[in-house]
């Protein structure tokens, strides 16, 4: 069991840029989320998938931010024309199915836009 | 929306002292999850509890569903320097997706 993995770790990037990453799921989970942190509080919801589809977006999620599942295994979300606003750590979590079962996160890929 | 309000936000004891971490809302939660989170990292599951009422125990740790599904508290005996970190709980809302609605975490400090 490798756990969640998140690639790049960290991203600096100029603001107006385009930036994509990556997560891959723990392998028999069919649930994945995503979600984003900022310094000094939790995280907030941004989008989740059950197998290949997208079921639910945050109104947090921008037309600027798109994340796809396209085989049901790992995701992308990328960030258009990143603005300063959007420095923050972009966390990914797989699950199992149902209610009450444990959420399994990712080391995160921390943005940070100049 | 669900909200979840974590407290204390900060806390900083002693090495052997005892604390408890609360964690509120006025929404009910189907469960209710408990992280630890390093600086840099992901937050790692410590418990998940279902049942209105439920206590789990880990180790020094005890967790607390309410009896209606909307609190929860973390209770560490004889805390350790190991012990630091953020803790945040996170309630998992009733819809088909099982989204997470995380408190604002508590940030603990054992010192030596």
């Known amino acids: 069991d490798t756990g969640v993995s998140q690639d790049p770790r960290h991203k600096i990037t100029k603001r107006g840029q385009n930036v994509t990453f990556r997560c891959d799921p723990i392998?028999?989970?069919?649930?994945l989320y995503w979600y984003r942190q900022t310094l000094g509080q939790g995280p907030e919801f941004l989008t989740y998938?059950?197998?290949?589809?997208?079921?639910?977006k945050s109104r947090l999620l921008s037309d600027r931010f798109s994340a796809e599942r396209p085989k049901g295994s790992f995701s992308t979300l990328e960030i258009q024309r990143t603005e300063q606003g959007d420095s923050a750590m972009y966390l990914c979590?797989?699950?199992?199915?149902?209610?009450?079962?444990?959420?399994?996160f990712g080391p995160g890929t921390r943005l940070t836009v100049t | 929306t669900q909200l979840l309000e974590q407290s204390p936000q900060f806390l900083s004891i002693q090495e052997g002292e005892n604390l408890t971490v609360y964690c509120n809302s006025s929404?009910?939660?189907?469960?209710l999850q408990w992280y630890r989170q390093e600086p840099g990292e992901g937050p790692v599951l410590l418990v998940t509890?279902?049942?209105?009422?439920e206590v789990k125990k880990l180790k020094r740790l005890t967790f607390q569903f309410g009896d209606a599904r909307k609190d929860s508290s973390l209770h560490i005996t004889a805390a350790q320097p190991g012990d630091t970190g953020l803790y945040l709980c996170?309630?998992?809302?009733?819809?088909?997706?099982?989204?997470?609605?995380f408190g604002g975490g508590t940030r603990l400090m054992v010192k030596p």
């Open positions: 979590a797989s699950s199992q199915g149902t209610s009450g079962i444990g959420k399994y």
């Open positions: 392998s028999e989970h069919n649930r």
């Open positions: 998938f059950q197998n290949e589809a997208q079921l639910e």
């Open positions: 929404s009910v939660f189907s469960s």
């Open positions: 509890v279902v049942t209105g009422g």
């Open positions: 996170a309630g998992e809302a009733w819809n088909a997706g099982n989204m997470l609605t």
